[in-house]
Structure formats: structure tokens, C-alpha cells
């Protein structure tokens, strides 16, 4: 089976810039989840998403939000970026959710403000 | 709140000795543990984790991990390290909101491990 996969890889962006990042899960998981990894803050928690449905949530401002769709792909967005958005975005998938099974990583997206 | 502390930045052990990560953690019920490994510019790779059963669980690449319940850690371990085993390793933790009922995964800062030839 092909890994998670994510796109970009690299991104660079300005202050005040919107962007979004893609994750494609393993075929047949349904639950795909968000992290932020900076240097500072480490690995963190943004949300899950399950059936296109946000299932749980981090402790992020609203500037940060995801939707999933039909075939489980799933989309972040970050509006209004600011310099400390800058960090690798991970995207992890399970066949039921973080409640219940391991998740799978994909590579990132290395993600620069400016 | 639940949370993994890992209190090494880094270990550094020579090559065919064997190495521990540590890891302890703080939670309130049974806990879900999970060992993962980043390699450079890759994302995070499972391991290993402990739900319930056995207090030694084996994972991935002979690394194995053992649950102590009196001392709250949930150390890595392998008997004969590899160059190749050099990255970053982070312990995580499920953890289950009380109010909301809802999950989330806690990591450790994590724990750079080199291995010396």
C-alpha cells in the first residue's frame, strides 16, 4: 500500500498570506490528523478529521482550519499567516481515528513564513 | 492533564552497545503509550505502543519497550544499537478530555539518539 502522502513538500509564504496544504491518507484509512512541529514547541496537536466530519481539536487559534472530503483526502488551511506559523506540518492516518489505532505519518510540509 | 516527559535531549551510546530512551508519563486511568522515530526531513514512523497485556512490547527494527506502572515510565530499549538508528525518537501518550470526551495525542519534546561507529 502507498504511505500517506503530502503536498507540498516546501512551501514558502509572507506575512498576512493565506495558505494550503494537502493529505492524501493510505487507501481504505478514513481518519486523518494535523500537527504542527516546531523546534520550540515540538509536536502539537491540531485536529482530526473522520468521515469529512472535524472529530476532535487541538488548542489552535481559528486562523487554523481543515476539512476532509469524500475520498478522505484532507485539506489545512491557514489564513492570515503569521512567522511563528512557520514549522513542518505533519498529517497522520488511521482506519478508525486516534481513539483507537495507530496513525501513520506522512512527510510533511516544511512550511516558511516570511 | 496527561503528559510525557522525555529528560534527555540527547543520548549518544556507541555502536553494538545497547541503549535506552527514556520516557515517563502522567495520566489519569490506563494509559496508551506509542514510541515513534523521525528520521531526517521524514516524517514520523510507529514503532511500537503499549494499550494493555504484556509490559515488554516488542516493535519494529528490535526495538522494544517496557511499561513499569510504579515508576510511570515507558522506556525504549535495544540490545545492540546501529549507526543507523540514529534520529529523533518521541514517546506519546492518548489522551482523553474528561469534559469533552474528545482525543488528541501528546508527544514528548523527544530525545535525539547517535550512534557512534
Known amino acids: 500500500k502507498a504511505g500517506v502522502t503530502q503536498t507540498p513538500r516546501y512551501l514558502i509564504k509572507t506575512r498576512g498570506q493565506q495558505v494550503t496544504l494537502s493529505c492524501s491518507p493510505i487507501?481504505?484509512?478514513?481518519?486523518v490528523s494535523w500537527y504542527q512541529q516546531t523546534p520550540g514547541q515540538g509536536l502539537q496537536f491540531l485536529f482530526e478529521?473522520?468521515?469529512?466530519?472535524?472529530?476532535n481539536k487541538g488548542n489552535f487559534p481559528g486562523r487554523f482550519s481543515g476539512r476532509q472530503f469524500s475520498n478522505s483526502r484532507s485539506e489545512m488551511n491557514v489564513s492570515t499567516l503569521e512567522l511563528g506559523d512557520s514549522a513542518l506540518y505533519l498529517c497522520?492516518?488511521?482506519?478508525?481515528?486516534?481513539?483507537?489505532?495507530?496513525?501513520?505519518f506522512g512527510p510533511g510540509t516544511r512550511l516558511l513564513v516570511l | 492533564a496527561q503528559s510525557v516527559a522525555q529528560p534527555e535531549d540527547q543520548v549518544n551510546v556507541a555502536e553494538g552497545n545497547p541503549l535506552t530512551v527514556k520516557c515517563t508519563y502522567s495520566?489519569?486511568?490506563?494509559?496508551?503509550l506509542f514510541w515513534y522515530v523521525q528520521y531526517p526531513n521524514r516524517g514520523l514512523q510507529f514503532l511500537l505502543k503499549?494499550?494493555?497485556?504484556?509490559?515488554l512490547v516488542k516493535g519494529s527494527y528490535g526495538f522494544e519497550a517496557e511499561f513499569n506502572k510504579s515508576q510511570t515510565s515507558f522506556h525504549l530499549k535495544k540490545p545492540s544499537a546501529l549507526v543507523s538508528d540514529s534520529a529523533l525518537y518521541f514517546c506519546?501518550?492518548?489522551?482523553?478530555?474528561?469534559?469533552?470526551?474528545?482525543?488528541?495525542?501528546?508527544f514528548g519534546t523527544g530525545t535525539r539518539l547517535k550512534v557512534l561507529a
Open positions: 497522520a492516518s488511521s482506519t478508525q481515528g486516534i481513539s483507537q489505532e495507530t496513525q501513520y
Open positions: 487507501s481504505g484509512h478514513r481518519s
Open positions: 478529521y473522520f468521515s469529512e466530519t472535524q472529530r
Open positions: 495520566v489519569s486511568g490506563n494509559p496508551y
Open positions: 503499549y494499550i494493555t497485556g504484556d509490559n
Open positions: 506519546a501518550v492518548r489522551d482523553v478530555s474528561r469534559t469533552s470526551g474528545t482525543y488528541k495525542y501528546i
